[in-house]
C-alpha cells in the first residue's frame, strides 16, 4: 500500500538528483513564487508563452525531492503544450493525488502517473502540487506569488 | 545507560583516600535510570508503525501519556463529573475538589507561593496570550519595548507582535550566537527604561538550548521590568521553581508534560495578576452581575471564565504525581547520555550538521543533511517506525537566522533508549542510501 519505493520511484529521484529545466529563462514573460509554509519551500517558475502556447519553461528553488521532481517533470510536461492544455494537465494532476484518476486521466498524464504513490501520503501532497499551482499562478498573471496554505 | 558513566568515573578515583569518596558518593548517587521499567508505563510506545516498532522521537511536539494519566481521566468521567464550583451535590463537589487539587498539585510542583497563582488555561499559548492582552496591552505606550529573542518559538513571539502593533510599542530581538545561545550582552544593553517586559523561552523546542534564565531575570528585574518566561520545553526535562527563579509569569503546556492535550498552566505572581483585568468575561469570573455593573471575581477563577478542562486539570494532576515518582536527576542524566551518544554517532555522518550546539541541551538535537531536505527525512524514518519532527518548529525567525528553511529534530522523554537511538541512526542510513 503507502509502500516507500511507490513515492520514491526511480524517475523521482531521478528528476531530483538532475532537474531539468533547473534555473533561470532569459525569455520569460510570466513569473510566479511558490510557498509551501509546512516545509519552508520556496520556488520560482518562469514561463514564456506566446499565441497562447507554452514556448519555453524552467524552475528554480529549493525543495524537498516530492517538489523538485514535480517541478522538473511539469516543466517537461508542459513545455510545447498551448495554455489551456497545462491547466488541464494541472487539473487532472491535482485530481491524482488527492482522489485518485480513472485510465483514461492516467494516460492523458502520462509520465506525470509516477506521483500516484503520494496520495497514500497525505502530508506530501502539497510538496507535490506547489510547483503547479505556481505555474497556474504564473500563467494567470505576471509575478505573482502563491502559497500551498 | 548514566550507570555506566558513572562507573567509569568512580573507577577512575579508586586509589587511596579517594576510594573512600568513591564509596560516600556511591551512596548518594541516584540508582541509575531504569527505562524498561518507565516504558511499561506507557502502553502506546509498545506498538508496530508499519510492521517495525515504534521509535518516539518526536516528545517536544508532544510527549506520550502514562496509564496513570489516562486512568486519572477515564476515573473521572466513570466516577465524579460534574461541573465544578456551582453545584451543592456531592458530584460537584468531588469534581472540584480534584480540579482544585490538581491547581494545588501544579503550585507545588513549580514551587509557587500561592495556588490562586496557578491560572489554568489551554496552553502555552493561550498562557502568553494571556499576559500579552491583560498585562501588556493595558500598559504598552507608542515606543515602549518588549525584549524577546530571536530564538522563540512563535506563540512567544506572535501575541506580543501583535500587542505592539495594536499599542505603537515595539519588539527588540536579542540575537544568538551560531551555536544558538542567547547573546547576554545584547540582552543586556537592550534593557533600558523603556521596557516594558522581558518574554523569553527558558528551553528552546528547535535547538534544544536552556537559557540563563536567573541571569535573565535578575538583569531584568534589577532595572525592574517583569519577566515572563515560556517553559514549555523546560519543565519535561527538569525542575523548575518559580519561587527561587523570582519570575513574574512562567507558561507551560499539560501535553509536553506527559498530561493531556487542551490543558496548561500560567503562573503569574499575584501581586501582578491582581491588578490586571480578566481577558474573558462569562460564568465563574464574575462575582456579582446586576445590570448596571459586573464585579470580578478574585485569582485565579478571575482569568478562567467558563468551565475548564476538568478532565485535563486532573489529568495533568495524575502526570506531575508520576514525575514525582520518578527519580527526575536520574532521568534528565539518562537523557543527556541519549543526547550525547545520538550526536556521537551523528558525527559519523559528514553529511550531517548539527544545529544548535549550546552546552548542556535539554533533550534536543536538531540536524540538517545535505543529501536530503527534512521533508524526506521524516517520510523515510517513518516508513522505519522512527518519527520525528521535520520543518521549521514554529520557529521562522530563527530559521532565517540560522539560514536553513527548515530541520530534522529528534527530541527525547526519558522512556527513550540507546536501542533506539541506534534504530535512528539506522534509518538515517537507509535515507543517505535513498537520496545520497
Ligand atoms: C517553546 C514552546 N513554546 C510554546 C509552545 C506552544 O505550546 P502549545 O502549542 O501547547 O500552546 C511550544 C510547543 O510547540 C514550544 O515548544
Known amino acids: 500500500m503507502s509502500d516507500l519505493r511507490e513515492l520514491y520511484q526511480e524517475v523521482i529521484l531521478d528528476h531530483h538528483k538532475r532537474p531539468r529545466n533547473f534555473g533561470p529563462l532569459a525569455a520569460a514573460n510570466h513569473n510566479a513564487d511558490g510557498h509551501n509554509p509546512l516545509c519552508g519551500d520556496r520556488l520560482t517558475v518562469h514561463v514564456d508563452v506566446a499565441d497562447g502556447v507554452i514556448r519555453g519553461v524552467s524552475f528554480e528553488g529549493a525543495g524537498c525531492a516530492i517538489s523538485r521532481a514535480s517541478a522538473s517533470l511539469m516543466t517537461d510536461a508542459v513545455k510545447g503544450k498551448s495554455v489551456a492544455e497545462a491547466e488541464r494537465l494541472f487539473e487532472e494532476f491535482r485530481q491524482m493525488v488527492t482522489s485518485g484518476v480513472d485510465q483514461a486521466v492516467e494516460e492523458s498524464l502520462g509520465k506525470l502517473t509516477v506521483f500516484c504513490g503520494v496520495r497514500e501520503f497525505p502530508s506530501r501532497v502539497k510538496c507535490a502540487s506547489l510547483s503547479w499551482h505556481t505555474l497556474h499562478a504564473a500563467l494567470e498573471s505576471k509575478d505573482t506569488a502563491v502559497s500551498t496554505e | ?436
Open chain 2, 1 to 436: 545507560m548514566n550507570g555506566h558513566a558513572a562507573n567509569g568515573s568512580a573507577v577512575e578515583q579508586v586509589n587511596g583516600h579517594a576510594a573512600e569518596v568513591a564509596a560516600v558518593e556511591q551512596a548518594f548517587r541516584p540508582a541509575p535510570f531504569n527505562v524498561a521499567a518507565v516504558r511499561r508505563d506507557f502502553p502506546i510506545l509498545q506498538q508496530q508503525i508499519y510492521g517495525k516498532p515504534l521509535v518516539y522521537l518526536d516528545n517536544a511536539a508532544t510527549a506520550q501519556k502514562p496509564t496513570s494519566v489516562i486512568d486519572a481521566i477515564s476515573n473521572y468521567y466513570l466516577a465524579d463529573n460534574a461541573n465544578i464550583h456551582r453545584g451543592v451535590h456531592l458530584l460537584s463537589e468531588r469534581a472540584t475538589a480534584a480540579y482544585e487539587g490538581a491547581r494545588e498539585a501544579v503550585r507545588r510542583f513549580l514551587n509557587a507561593a500561592e495556588s490562586r497563582e496557578i491560572v489554568f488555561v489551554r496552553g502555552t499559548t493561550e498562557a502568553v496570550n494571556l499576559v500579552a492582552h491583560s498585562y501588556a496591552r493595558p500598559a504598552l505606550k507608542p515606543d515602549d519595548e518588549i525584549v524577546v529573542s530571536v530564538m522563540e518559538h512563535h506563540s512567544n513571539f506572535v501575541p506580543w507582535k501583535m500587542a505592539c502593533e495594536a499599542t505603537g510599542a515595539r519588539l527588540r530581538v536579542v540575537p544568538i550566537t551560531d551555536a544558538g545561545e542567547l547573546r547576554m550582552d545584547e540582552y543586556e544593553r537592550l534593557l533600558c527604561d523603556r521596557t516594558r517586559l522581558v518574554a523569553l523561552g527558558h528551553v528552546s523546542n528547535a535547538l534544544g538550548t536552556v537559557n540563563p534564565v536567573a541571569d535573565i531575570v535578575r538583569l531584568a528585574h534589577a532595572r525592574g521590568i517583569p519577566v515572563l518566561l515560556d517553559g514549555a520545553q523546560a519543565v519535561p526535562h527538569m525542575a523548575v521553581d518559580v519561587g527561587a527563579l523570582d519570575c513574574d509569569f512562567y507558561a507551560f503546556s499539560g501535553h509536553k508534560l506527559f498530561g493531556p492535550t487542551g490543558i496548561g498552566v500560567l503562573y503569574g505572581k499575584a501581586a501582578l495578576m491582581d491588578h490586571m483585568p480578566p481577558w474573558q468575561g462569562g460564568g465563574d469570573m464574575i462575582s456579582s452581575v446586576t445590570l448596571e455593573e459586573v464585579r470580578y471575581n478574585t485569582l485565579p477563577a478571575k482569568f478562567e471564565a467558563g468551565t475548564p478542562d476538568i478532565a485535563g486539570a486532573i489529568g495533568l494532576a495524575a502526570a506531575i504525581e508520576y514525575l514525582n515518582g520518578l527519580d527526575r536527576v536520574a532521568a534528565a542524566a539518562h537523557e543527556a547520555a541519549l543526547t550525547r551518544y545520538l550526536e556521537e554517532r551523528l558525527s559519523g555522518f559528514p553529511d550531517v550538521t548539527l544545529v544548535g550546539r549550546a552546552p548542556g541541551k535539554a533533550g534536543i538535537v536538531s540536524f540538517v543533511m545535505s543529501s536530503a531536505h527534512p521533508h524526506d527525512i521524516g517520510t523515510v524514518l517513518d516508513h522505519e517506525g522512527v518519527a520525528i519532527r521535520t520543518g521549521h518548529h514554529c520557529c521562522q525567525p530563527l530559521m532565517h537566522r540560522l539560514g536553513v528553511p527548515a530541520t530534522a529534530r529528534v527530541s527525547f522523554a526519558f522512556y527513550n533508549t540507546r536501542e533506539e537511538v541506534d534504530r535512528f541512526v539506522d534509518a538515517l542510513a537507509r535515507v543517505r542510501e535513498m537520496f545520497g
